[in-house]
């Protein structure tokens, strides 16, 4: 027991009706005077001070008082100005207890917590009138530690100090009121203030909107901790501090570190490519008209780039999925290298890349960005260890100019990217109005031709291919013409290409097999021994149908396929259509001959051929006009030929000085204009069966 349970000063003081009177009763005995009273008084284990209403100040106060607000001494105490930030509510309450006191003898008992020094302080606060010798009213204070706790405080508190969430009370202003013990433990320092342990400053703006709006707020932001850097859930509610009833925050906290960075990498993975660390398509419209925007914003432009590696496939298929995945990496390393850091550069999938560049209009010129890349292109590469021309195809659309949704943009600069691809010499093409005009006139013309298909609306003509020696004939090749109800005869180059891209030439194709193994069929009927030649398209030796309805053609139509020869072009043989080699391989064993098309416009790799069952090759038109210059490539190409063991045609023939200059040099066959232009069957029966009224002359 201390001394101050012994002594119980609200007994003493109430005992007498008037304070004075037991004053001067105690220092009118001998045994007492005022400095004994005094240093009773600074005994007590119960803080005792007298509060005067009109000054808003602590007049006179014991040791005890002294300890428990944190003064170093009574003149310190006294001069606090406790009006200075006092709240309205906390001045009516005093304004209510002064009338109360004047009125009758009342006191008022408070739990109060006191933060002297940061650490609270939970205090049992008696509050009564003490009128003071001017004659008016003032508060006497007994204030004695609270240890008399309720079960429920006692729980409570024990909780508090327990649990792992963060718990804390502090000033509008930021200023630490109260911590539990986790909270304590996670600050970097007990005086350190709300809103400075907030790494990111916009935090804390989002916050306080948050409570302006809803009264509460809840967000898992990055904090500073004694842990290091550390992420936070965060619950704020304002309320109201029981001991000063001043406005203040409620903050819980958990750490969610852990799930807040397991949930960071998923979000990374999912929206991440794992081959080149670039972003994918997750989330990308959604970065992207952020991007956007925010450039707006500034007042700058922007440029979206679709980056299209070309001939991709051909690299994976002969040097290996491994260089591949490299020469992806390389181009995605390029890209970053050339972004700026608020550009956006994507893959994809496959070999496709996505870049949008924000640019200063008055800096950069258009297609500054894909040029760039180009240009760091233009010399060889080093892929996988080896030396590798590496060619891009490119296609941009600007914001604003060529679009403002995302959508638009993206399908504005695929359609660029759609031409880049088929142009040999301008590899990175800016949108034009007239692309989306060609992609609706392909729509349209994709429906014609699904009709043109349904209703049987082909027709083949037959182009003859002669000796260039005797001038007689000794093939054909079959050419496409679509007999348009509308718009009469079509040219294949019209309308083959579209096919090719829509996937419709394996129908158109297998509808031009059909026809040439009945006309062949026709022929030999007919006592005509002629071979006939057929375009394939590449995409068509892919087609599992196509190779088996080859296979059947002959016993369905009685056609012969030692007299039927397959056209293909170089990219077949080069590898960039699947299972060409073994397509190939089965049809020559049912008797097909296989013919390289086009030749010399392609890749200039020549070995491939060996690999290939090549029976010949045609040599394209344009190096007819090489001829008129001596034709050294033209005579390589035989020389070639010759070792290879391969048959030659000459396309494009017009002149007569071309057909002389091929006979002399050594290719014995050519077709052109000269000879004769494609022409519908029935007139080139006629015109073989004028051939047979002439002299039969030995072929070469
Ligand atoms: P190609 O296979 O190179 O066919 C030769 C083209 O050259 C034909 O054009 C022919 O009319 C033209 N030509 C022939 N002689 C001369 C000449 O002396 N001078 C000039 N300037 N041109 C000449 P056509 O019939 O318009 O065919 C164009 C292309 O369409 C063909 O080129 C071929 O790639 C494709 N094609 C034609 N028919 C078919 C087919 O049934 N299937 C497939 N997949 N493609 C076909
Ligand atoms: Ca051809
Ligand atoms: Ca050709």
Redesign the pocket.
């Known amino acids: 027991m201390t001394l101050s349970d012994h002594l119980n000063l609200r007994k003493l003081v109430q005992d007498d009706t008037d304070e004075s009177d037991f004053l001067a009763k105690a220092l009118s005995d001998s045994r007492f005077d005022a400095r004994l009273i005094n240093s009773i008084y600074d005994r007590l284990d119960t803080g005792v001070w007298i509060f005067d209403f009109d000054e808003k100040r602590i007049i006179w106060a014991n040791n005890k008082a002294l300890e428990i607000t944190g003064a170093p001494n009574l003149t310190e105490l006294r001069s606090r100005d406790m009006g200075a930030d006092m709240s309205h509510s906390v001045e009516q309450r005093l304004n209510q207890y002064r009338q109360d006191f004047i009125q009758r003898d009342v006191s008022f008992s408070e739990i109060w917590t006191l933060y002297p020094k940061g650490k609270a302080r939970v205090l049992q606060v008696t509050l009564s009138g003490i009128r003071l010798n001017d004659g008016r009213m003032a508060m006497l204070a007994e204030a004695r530690d609270h240890h008399e706790q309720q079960p429920e405080t006692l729980r409570s508190a024990e909780a508090l100090m327990h649990t792992t969430v963060m718990i804390s009370l502090f000033a509008m202003g930021g200023s630490p009121l109260y911590r539990n013990t986790a909270a304590r433990a996670a600050c970097v320092d007990p005086d350190t203030n709300f809103f400075s342990q907030f790494q990111n400053p916009a935090d804390i703006q989002h916050l306080k909107e948050r409570i302006e709006r809803d009264r509460h707020a809840r967000m898992v932001a990055k904090v500073r901790t004694n842990d290091g850097d550390r992420w936070h859930e965060l619950t704020v509610r304002p309320c109201s501090d029981v001991v000063t009833s001043q406005p203040a925050y409620l903050v819980s906290e958990i750490d969610v570190t852990e799930l807040h960075e397991t949930k960071e990498r998923a979000q990374y993975l999912a929206s991440h490519d794992a081959l080149t660390g670039l972003s994918n398509r997750t989330f990308l419209t959604e970065r992207l008209s952020k991007v956007l925007a925010a450039a707006a914003a500034k007042g700058l432009t922007a440029t979206l780039y679709l980056v299209d590696l070309d001939d991709f496939k051909l690299i994976n298929d002969t040097m290996g999925h491994a260089a591949g995945d490299s020469l992806l990496q390389l181009v995605a390393n390029r890209l970053k290298e050339i972004a700026g850091p608020n550009d956006i550069v994507a893959r994809l999938g496959g070999d496709e890349f996505l870049i949008c560049h924000l640019e200063d209009p008055e800096a950069e010129g258009p297609g500054w960005f894909g040029k760039s890349l180009l240009g760091t292109f233009s010399y060889q590469q080093i892929i996988d260890g080896r030396p590798r021309n590496i060619s891009l195809s490119i296609g941009y659309s600007h914001y604003p100019d060529d679009g403002r949704s995302i959508d638009n943009l993206i399908r504005n600069a695929d359609l660029a990217l759609y031409q880049a691809k088929r142009e040999p010499k301008e590899k990175c093409v800016r949108f034009k109005d007239t692309m989306r005009k060609r992609r609706d006139e392909n729509l349209a013309l994709k429906k014609d031709l699904e009709r043109a298909i349904r209703e049987d609306e082909f027709v083949l003509?037959f182009?003859p291919i002669a000796f260039t020696k005797t001038n007689r004939t000794v093939s054909a090749?079959?050419?496409?013409r679509w007999l348009h109800p509308e718009k009469g005869l079509i040219?294949?180059?019209q309308f083959?290409p579209l096919a090719e891209d829509t996937g419709l030439?394996n129908e158109i194709?297998a509808w031009?097999c059909r026809s040439v193994a009945q006309a062949q069929a026709r022929f030999q009927q007919r006592g005509l021994r002629i071979a006939i030649a057929?375009?394939?398209?590449p995409w068509q030796l892919s087609d599992p149908e196509f190779t088996a309805l080859m296979m059947d053609l002959p016993d369905i139509y009685g056609c012969d396929p030692s007299q039927i020869s397959l056209?293909i072009t170089e990219n077949v043989v080069l590898g960039e259509i699947p299972d060409a080699l073994t397509a190939l391989k089965e049809l020559k064993n049912v008797g097909y001959s296989i013919v390289i098309?086009?030749f010399g416009t392609g890749y200039s790799n020549l070995a491939y051929l060996y690999n290939y069952p090549i029976d010949g090759i045609k040599i394209d038109?344009v190096f007819m006009n090489d001829i008129s210059t001596g034709g050294a490539i033209v005579k390589l190409i035989l020389s070639l030929a010759d070792a290879l063991g391969a048959s030659v045609v000459a396309?494009?023939?017009?002149t007569v000085e071309q057909r002389n200059w091929l006979s002399e040099n050594g290719c014995h066959q050519f077709?052109?204009?000269?000879y004769s232009?494609?022409i519908p069957e029935d007139r080139f029966i006629g015109f073989l069966e004028e051939q047979s009224h002439l002299e039969p002359v030995a072929s070469n």
């Open positions: 003509y182009q090749e079959a050419l496409i040219a294949p180059d083959i030439i194709g031009v057929m375009n394939v398209s056209e098309d086009d038109r396309e494009g023939v017009e077709q052109g204009y000269l232009k494609p």
